[in-house]
């Protein structure tokens, strides 16, 4: 190839080039603008005797309101972690994390305290967490009410008394007949139903629930799920459940696995209406981009194909080719 072949240098952008691309990029919406929760980039350093371990490692995640969805992983996986942090009992090392506009690394101890009774609830998997032994539950239920004080006592004046209120949670999740009754007289089932209204008294923009079924029978965790379920449609409450059992599993619209400190797939349901008019639920696995453009590929793909330290990628038209390494130096 002669000299007046080669092919020329792309020129380096113009000053209105550069101008237009800082415009682009400003006006571009933050990543989860529109999401209840919002977690970038998150990170979760924990030193123990000099030792550290990063439990978030750059993790990213929205839920839109609304939403009923699960998150699973292997322990270590760091989803305890994640829901600490969601719920203000602990704080990301870095990275960005908002709740219903709630900037959870800029919150003080006064913020973080009202954060946990205004706009979180949460329901613990030991039931004996979740509320107070020497309460009846119709106590349990309205001690959150009365703790927000005159400020909480407005908002709760809009949308009825405390006793109004304490009676339609209980009646709505079915454990009316136990509003006179201490935990110690209520079965396991009825304790979780109880903690979610509890949960629940304070009208908060997000529930969360950590194992709230891993003490219960088969029988006895699909009623509580129905009592998440119910909350859920007829309150509009978002609800995120970290749970192994797999009956909740396959219930929710989404699932969100996280593996090592980052979300690594994820499954969609929807309903479909097949030509005979009968409904099906249909599940879509999908793996998780980071906003670095990381991807976790399954294991049970990466070892059948032995795929170790490096892949080779190849760009289509409407879709990206992973390929096994071949061994050979490039």
């Excluded at 080039?17 to 603008?33: F, I, K, M, N, T």
């Excluded at 989404?254 to 929807?270: F, K, N, Q, Y």
């Excluded at 795929?307 to 190849?314: A, K, Y």
Aim: hydrophobic letters at 40%; aromatic letters at 4%.
């Amino acid at each position: 190839m002669t000299d007046r072949e080669q092919p020329k240098s792309p020129l380096p952008p113009t000053l209105t080039e550069l101008e237009r691309r800082a415009a682009a990029h400003r006006d571009r919406p933050s990543y989860g603008h529109d999401a209840l929760i919002t977690c970038d980039r998150l990170v979760r350093v924990f030193t123990t005797d000099g030792v550290e371990v990063q439990a978030l490692q750059g993790l990213d995640l929205t839920v839109q309101e609304g939403e009923l969805m699960a998150l699973v992983g292997a322990s270590g996986s760091g989803k305890s972690t994640l829901m600490n942090i969601l719920a203000g009992l602990d704080v990301p090392t870095a990275g960005a994390a908002r709740v219903a506009g709630r900037d959870l690394l800029a919150m003080d101890a006064k913020v973080r305290l009202n954060y946990r009774r205004e706009v979180v609830g949460f329901v613990w998997q030991q039931t004996s967490r979740n509320l107070l032994p020497y309460l009846t539950a119709r106590q349990n239920v309205a001690l959150p009410m009365q703790l927000r004080g005159r400020g909480g006592a407005r908002r709760s004046a809009a949308k009825g008394t405390k006793g109004e209120r304490t009676k339609d949670l209980l009646a709505m999740l079915g454990v009316s007949d136990c509003a006179d009754r201490r935990p110690g007289q209520l079965s396991g089932g009825q304790q979780q139903r109880v903690a979610i209204a509890v949960a629940l008294a304070n009208s908060p923009s997000v529930l969360l629930a950590d194992e709230p079924t891993g003490e219960l029978d088969s029988v006895t965790g699909e009623e509580v799920f129905a009592a998440f379920r119910r909350a859920n449609e007829e309150l509009g409450t978002t609800i995120v459940i970290v749970t192994h059992d797999q009956a909740v599993e396959s219930e929710v619209r989404r699932t969100v696995a996280i593996r090592d400190g980052r979300t690594s797939s994820e499954v969609l349901r929807r309903t479909e209406i097949d030509a005979e008019g009968q409904e099906s639920v249909v599940a879509r696995e999908y793996a998780m981009l980071d906003r670095a453009g990381r991807l976790q590929l399954p294991t049970e793909y990466t070892a059948a194909l032995g795929m170790e330290q490096r892949v080779m990628l190849e760009l289509e038209q409407d879709h990206i080719q992973v390929w096994a390494d071949g061994g050979t130096d490039a």
